[in-house]
């Protein structure tokens, strides 16, 4: 059975003083298995968010049908069996980050010590045990996204719905909450995400849809969409220019370029920082043993 089947939804929304009504959604039909990271990308205004709310059951379709495990969207039965992570989660500052997690665990009916230690477990998983005791208005955006991760998953639902779970996140805070997302995949959840950022969904994702106008575009397996049985790679690992040569006479009029290969700027920023932390630990190291002798 699939976690999610969407079949035709449309959606529309009425315009200022009853006139020129707005097509969000026109005609999306998808399905997702269970135990998969769906990506829904676009750009932004391209419907995303409400192809979530339909999904949640915050929204009802014009036409078409949601449905999650078998049930309709809508029906009370899911509220157990969905985890909501919205875009722009809105948190009591005042709170520690412990006490949102209790306080969102007692609302889905938690008590006692499965409460405490269901509380311990989430701040485990998205890296806040330290920070437990500050409050929420101290948390920095990415931990803020980590706490709405938590929340998300007090319940122990079986689909994780995730608006935009990386917006407005540093390169290190977005690591980090893609490393939570394939943790919890390993876990059997389900996850169905939406974001603009296409190089991030696809590092996590298992299928793909593009989403522009309202409708989908494309949708596919990671494989099937970047695939381009046109042009061909081959990795070589410190090639020497005479087998360069050599295989670019190989190759005839079928070689085009030959360029080294490129990392991407969020990777050079993370293996910078984590040279740093290692410079600094060994640092660390050699100061202690002065020290001790």
Request: hydrophobic share 35%; glycine share 10%; proline share 5%.
């Given at each position: 059975?699939d976690?999610?089947s969407?079949?035709?939804?449309?959606k529309?929304?009425?315009?200022h003083?009853?006139?020129?009504?707005?097509?969000a959604?026109?005609?999306v039909?998808l399905?997702?298995?269970e135990?998969?990271?769906?990506?829904?990308?676009?750009?932004?205004?391209?419907?995303?968010?409400?192809?979530?709310?339909?999904?949640?059951?915050l929204?009802a379709?014009?036409a078409g049908?949601?449905s999650?495990?078998?049930?309709?969207?809508?029906?009370?039965?899911?509220?157990?069996?969905?985890g909501f992570?919205?875009?722009?989660?809105?948190f009591?500052?005042?709170?520690?980050?412990?006490?949102?997690?209790r306080?969102?665990?007692?609302?889905?009916?938690?008590?006692g010590a499965?409460?405490?230690?269901?509380?311990?477990?989430?701040?485990?998983?998205?890296?806040?045990t330290?920070?437990?005791?500050?409050r929420?208005?101290?948390?920095?955006?990415g931990?803020?996204?980590?706490?709405?991760?938590?929340?998300?998953?007090?319940?122990?639902p079986?689909?994780?719905v995730l608006?935009?779970p990386?917006?407005?996140?540093d390169?290190?805070?977005?690591?980090t909450?893609?490393?939570?997302?394939l943790?919890?995949?390993?876990?059997?959840?389900?996850?169905?995400?939406c974001s603009?950022?296409?190089?991030?969904?696809?590092?996590?994702c298992?299928r793909v849809?593009?989403?522009?106008?309202?409708?989908l575009?494309a949708?596919?397996?990671?494989?099937?969409?970047t695939r381009?049985d046109?042009?061909?790679?081959i990795?070589l690992?410190?090639?020497?220019?005479?087998?360069?040569?050599?295989?670019?006479q190989?190759?005839?009029d079928?070689?085009?370029?030959?360029?080294?290969?490129?990392?991407?700027?969020?990777?050079?920023?993370?293996?910078?920082?984590?040279?740093?932390?290692?410079?600094?630990g060994?640092?660390?190291?050699?100061s202690?043993?002065?020290?001790?002798?």
């Amino acid at each position: 059975m699939d976690a999610v089947s969407i079949t035709d939804v449309h959606k529309s929304f009425p315009g200022h003083w009853g006139k020129g009504g707005v097509y969000a959604v026109k005609g999306v039909s998808l399905r997702i298995p269970e135990g998969g990271v769906y990506g829904l990308i676009g750009p932004n205004g391209s419907g995303k968010s409400t192809v979530m709310k339909l999904l949640v059951g915050l929204l009802a379709p014009d036409a078409g049908s949601c449905s999650v495990f078998g049930q309709p969207a809508t029906a009370p039965a899911n509220r157990r069996e969905i985890g909501f992570l919205p875009e722009n989660p809105y948190f009591y500052k005042f709170l520690t980050g412990e006490e949102t997690v209790r306080f969102y665990g007692r609302l889905c009916g938690l008590r006692g010590a499965a409460l405490k230690e269901r509380t311990r477990e989430l701040l485990e998983l998205v890296g806040l045990t330290e920070a437990k005791d500050r409050r929420l208005r101290g948390y920095s955006k990415g931990m803020l996204q980590r706490i709405g991760l938590a929340q998300a998953l007090v319940q122990k639902p079986r689909l994780l719905v995730l608006d935009e779970p990386t917006a407005g996140v540093d390169p290190i805070g977005s690591r980090t909450i893609r490393d939570i997302i394939l943790n919890i995949k390993e876990q059997g959840v389900t996850v169905f995400l939406c974001s603009h950022l296409l190089e991030q969904v696809q590092e996590i994702c298992d299928r793909v849809g593009v989403l522009y106008q309202g409708c989908l575009i494309a949708e596919g397996t990671m494989d099937e969409l970047t695939r381009d049985d046109r042009h061909a790679e081959i990795t070589l690992n410190n090639p020497t220019p005479e087998l360069l040569e050599q295989m670019r006479q190989l190759a005839g009029d079928a070689w085009q370029d030959c360029r080294p290969a490129r990392n991407s700027l969020e990777t050079v920023f993370l293996r910078g920082i984590q040279a740093k932390l290692r410079e600094k630990g060994m640092q660390n190291a050699e100061s202690r043993s002065q020290n001790a002798e």
